[in-house]
């Protein structure tokens, strides 16, 4: 299986880039010729918009990313080295796999002085690589389909608004606030800061308000409400260093931590520590790693 999403995620980026970064003649006599970045991170955890999807290993994420005329599409995997398993008296069997995810988005930016604006259509597909006795143990691996719009100011710290509706296998409204800001150092060394905060709105019955004892019920049986709150928030620090004028490399550390007891609690509960009891386990992570990306 992790062969053939190796294969098929190969064949992807180098159609992608046979289609769009490739024919340099063609695109020259034009006098332009699409953007193509090759990215390949190592982070030593996998965390998204606060759910935690690996623990204990690293994780290598590739990804291509091309852009011609303010059109981009960008392919993107996550092979996790040491797939979690937790160990509990349920267990039957490992179903793991190393690649658990492969995301293709395609979408459309545009600026007007400096306002800018986009629109993005993303596909999640991923590998569904929780053993089937710890049903509801960790975030849900289906996959998923969602809408992107962004809207952000070109001046000090970059301000961006992204407002993200998922609308497949889970029915949410994710919005993110994000500031940056680089300073260059040297010529080829630079050093940036980087800061986002969501708010979550769940419209899906699989993402109720947790309890402070990891419950999803009232007092009286009944559910608690849909998630509606803020929910995680991400500081970032890294250090690019152009090492070629088309090769960077990016060491970087990231804290993700909850805005608010709900986000703690709705953290906890979708940990992948299932044998561990709820008040011990993790809401806040800290992720460190190295990316490099080529330009061409």
């Not at 800061?193 to 899906?204: I, P, R």
């Not at 004892?213 to 709150?229: E, F, I, L, P, Q």
Request: proline content about 3%.
């Amino acid at each position: 299986m992790v062969k053939k999403r190796w294969q098929s995620f190969l064949s992807l980026t180098l159609l992608t880039a046979v289609l769009l970064g490739g024919a340099p003649c063609a695109w020259s006599a034009e006098g332009e010729r699409p953007t193509t970045e090759l990215t390949l991170s190592v982070l030593s955890a996998y965390i998204c918009n606060g759910d935690e999807l690996s623990r204990h290993s690293a994780v290598i994420q590739p990804q291509i990313a091309v852009g011609y005329k303010g059109f981009n599409l960008l392919v993107w995997g996550n092979l996790d080295t040491r797939p979690y398993l937790a160990e509990q008296a349920n267990y039957r069997g490992d179903r793991r796999q190393n690649w658990t995810e492969t995301d293709v988005k395609i979408g459309y930016n545009k600026t007007f002085g400096i306002f800018k604006a986009g629109l993005t259509y993303a596909y999640y597909g991923n590998a569904a690589f929780w053993n089937s006795d710890t049903s509801g143990v960790g975030p849900d691996q289906k996959d998923d389909q969602e809408l992107v719009l962004t809207a952000g100011l070109e001046t000090f710290l970059a301000p961006t608004l992204t407002v993200a509706r998922s609308f497949d296998s889970t029915q949410r409204w994710y919005l993110t606030l994000g500031l940056s800001h680089s300073v260059e150092l040297t010529k080829r060394v630079s050093i940036a800061l980087a800061a986002t905060g969501s708010y979550l709105v769940s419209e899906d019955d699989n993402r109720r308000r947790i309890n402070e004892d990891g419950t999803d019920r009232k007092a009286d049986g009944s559910w608690n409400d849909r998630y509606n709150d803020f929910h995680d928030a991400t500081v970032s620090l890294s250090l690019p260093v152009k090492v070629l004028d088309s090769l960077t490399v990016t060491p970087q550390v990231s804290y993700i931590f909850p805005l608010n007891n709900n986000a703690k609690y709705d953290m906890m509960f979708r940990s992948m520590q299932a044998d561990t009891t709820f008040r011990d386990r993790q809401s806040s992570f800290l992720v460190g790693g190295v990316s490099f990306t080529y330009r061409y």
